[in-house]
Structure formats: structure tokens, C-alpha cells
């Protein structure tokens, strides 16, 4: 079973930036989706932005386009958001999840979810 760790979120101002990490325990195939959700309560969450552990794939919700990255570290287990030109409406909890591939992704279909880290942007 596959455990999520999400860390890195904070309090930042407008314009600021913050790199959310989430370090993954247990065995990582290729395919594997990860993706990287936002809920505000009483808000509909989205999916922020996805990628395939291998490669190449990657999905980026429209809001987020060209200011957030998703990316990894094979060696260290982790899966990153790079969060720039934060705006006040990026305030959530982040969280990351993982699929067994895209296949399951696009199904919502995920065998693990972090327990997620909280982003406040203010304005």
C-alpha cells in the first residue's frame, strides 16, 4: 500500500510562491498517475494538476496554467507542486493522490490520498 505525505504549504502573500512536496512510500510503477487536488470547504474541489510517474503526460486545470508546475524527484520518492503568482483564490488544502495509471486517473479511481497541507495566500 502506497502512502502520501504532503508538506511545504503556508501563508503567503499575493504574488508569492510556495513549493508543496509530497513524498511517496512504497512502490512506484511507471504509470502510476499522481495528481494534486485543491478543496476549499463548502467548494467543489478540483484537480489541480496530474502527471505519469514515467512520462511524459501532464494536466493542468486552466486556472493554473504557467504558474504551477508538477514535477518529481525519482530519487527521492517525491512528486512536487511549484506554486508562482499565487493569488488569493489558490487558498485550499492540497492534497496529492495516486492512481494506478491514467486509465484510473480519468475514472477518479485513486488507491492512495495524503492527508493534505494547507495554502493560504492573502491579499
Known amino acids: 500500500q502506497v502512502q502520501l505525505a504532503e508538506s511545504g504549504g503556508g501563508l503567503v502573500q499575493a504574488g508569492g510562491s510556495l513549493r508543496l512536496s509530497c513524498v511517496v512510500s512504497?512502490?512506484?510503477?511507471?504509470?502510476?498517475?499522481f495528481t494534486w487536488f485543491r478543496q476549499v470547504p463548502g467548494k467543489e474541489g478540483e484537480f489541480v494538476a496530474a502527471?505519469?510517474?514515467?512520462?511524459?503526460?501532464?494536466y493542468y486545470t486552466d486556472s493554473v496554467k504557467g504558474r504551477f508546475t508538477i514535477s518529481k524527484n525519482n530519487t527521492k520518492n517525491t512528486v512536487y507542486l511549484q506554486m508562482m503568482s499565487l493569488k488569493p483564490e489558490d487558498t485550499a488544502v492540497y492534497s496529492c493522490?495516486?492512481?494506478?495509471?491514467?486509465?484510473?486517473?480519468?475514472?477518479?479511481?485513486?488507491?492512495?490520498w495524503g492527508q493534505g497541507t494547507q495554502v493560504t495566500v492573502s491579499s
Open positions: 502527471m505519469i510517474w514515467g512520462g511524459p503526460w501532464t
Open positions: 512504497g512502490p512506484i510503477l511507471n504509470q502510476n498517475a
Open positions: 493522490a495516486v492512481a494506478r495509471s491514467i486509465a484510473y486517473y480519468q475514472r477518479r479511481e485513486f488507491d492512495s
